[in-house]
């Protein structure tokens, strides 16, 4: 089986504070994999270390075929890993409109533009000329992909989405991303909302205190429920 994402042993420190020990696992053109686990278990981490922010001391990042454990971040992009992050980012003093352009990665063409954005994304139609910084908390995090989107990447990463959202924000997410799902989109996100990530995952991946501790297709995952109570709580 052919992958577009291969995380070998990953090993990362900050400083001497070593944080992920021997993590891997792989994600297949158009899945949607969910690494899951408390806060602080390392999921963060894992995609600073993806994305080249935070390259690992050992282990690799194999990428659409290619060994790229120590590319800079903006290769990464430029490859085609277009990554979320957990604060958003957003430019504030940049309009709607500005922030989706800077997502541009010259070179890389596809199905994404301003105007396929708003087709998907239809509640930023109206906000185009505000500036970012003026938006609520669901309009940033709807901003922030729709931006990574801009750059047509052959893998979306979404660190921890529901974050701080509202339930109907949330509900207004999943449906995002089952649609992304469904055009074959292949996605990796980290998630501590167990029902949001049952809604949209092919497969879960747990970490705790730095490692992969389990891994599994979410049927069997929503059977598991030692698994579930034991690393994550609920």
Same mark, same amino acid.
């Given at each position: 089986?052919?992958?577009?994402?291969?995380?070998?042993?990953?090993?990362?420190?900050?400083? &001497?504070?070593?944080?992920?020990?021997?993590?891997?696992?792989?994600? @297949?053109? #158009?899945?949607?994999?969910?690494?899951? /686990?408390?806060?602080?278990?390392?999921?963060?981490?894992?995609?600073?270390?993806?994305? #080249? =922010?935070?390259?690992?001391?050992? +282990?690799?990042?194999?990428?659409?075929?290619?060994?790229?454990?120590?590319?800079?971040?903006?290769?990464? @992009?430029?490859?085609?890993?277009?990554?979320?992050?957990?604060?958003?980012?957003?430019? +504030?003093?940049?309009?709607?409109?500005?922030? !989706?352009?800077?997502?541009?990665?010259? /070179?890389?063409?596809?199905?994404?533009?301003?105007?396929?954005?708003?087709?998907?994304? #239809?509640?930023?139609?109206?906000?185009?000329? &505000? !500036?970012?910084?003026?938006?609520? /908390?669901?309009?940033? %995090?709807?901003?922030?992909?729709?931006?990574?989107?801009?750059?047509?990447?052959?893998? =979306?990463?979404?660190?921890?989405?529901?974050?701080?959202?509202?339930?109907?924000?949330?509900?207004?997410?999943?449906? !995002?991303?089952?649609?992304?799902?469904?055009?074959?989109?292949?996605?990796?996100?980290?998630? %501590?909302?167990?029902?949001?990530?049952? @809604?949209?995952?092919?497969?879960?991946?747990?970490?705790?205190? #730095?490692?992969?501790?389990?891994? +599994? +297709?979410?049927?069997?995952?929503?059977?598991?429920?030692?698994?579930?109570?034991?690393? =994550?709580?609920?």
């Amino acid at each position: 089986m052919s992958y577009i994402l291969e995380a070998r042993e990953l090993n990362t420190f900050y400083g &001497r504070s070593h944080i992920l020990f021997d993590v891997s696992f792989t994600v @297949a053109p #158009g899945e949607t994999v969910c690494l899951m /686990g408390r806060n602080g278990a390392g999921k963060s981490t894992t995609f600073r270390s993806l994305a #080249g =922010l935070t390259p690992p001391k050992q +282990g690799r990042v194999v990428f659409k075929d290619k060994d790229c454990t120590r590319l800079p971040a903006y290769k990464m @992009a430029r490859l085609g890993l277009g990554l979320v992050p957990e604060d958003r980012r957003i430019l +504030g003093p940049f309009t709607v409109k500005e922030n !989706l352009e800077l997502g541009r990665i010259p /070179g890389r063409k596809g199905r994404w533009n301003i105007e396929t954005v708003l087709e998907a994304f #239809g509640s930023l139609a109206p906000l185009m000329e &505000r !500036l970012g910084g003026t938006l609520s /908390g669901g309009e940033q %995090q709807m901003l922030t992909i729709a931006r990574a989107l801009m750059g047509n990447p052959d893998l =979306l990463v979404l660190d921890e989405p529901t974050e701080g959202l509202s339930p109907v924000i949330v509900g207004t997410l999943k449906d !995002l991303v089952l649609s992304l799902k469904a055009a074959r989109t292949t996605i990796l996100l980290s998630e %501590q909302n167990i029902r949001f990530a049952m @809604a949209v995952s092919d497969r879960v991946v747990v970490i705790d205190k #730095g490692h992969a501790v389990y891994t +599994g +297709g979410i049927e069997e995952f929503k059977k598991d429920e030692a698994v579930q109570k034991k690393y =994550l709580a609920v």
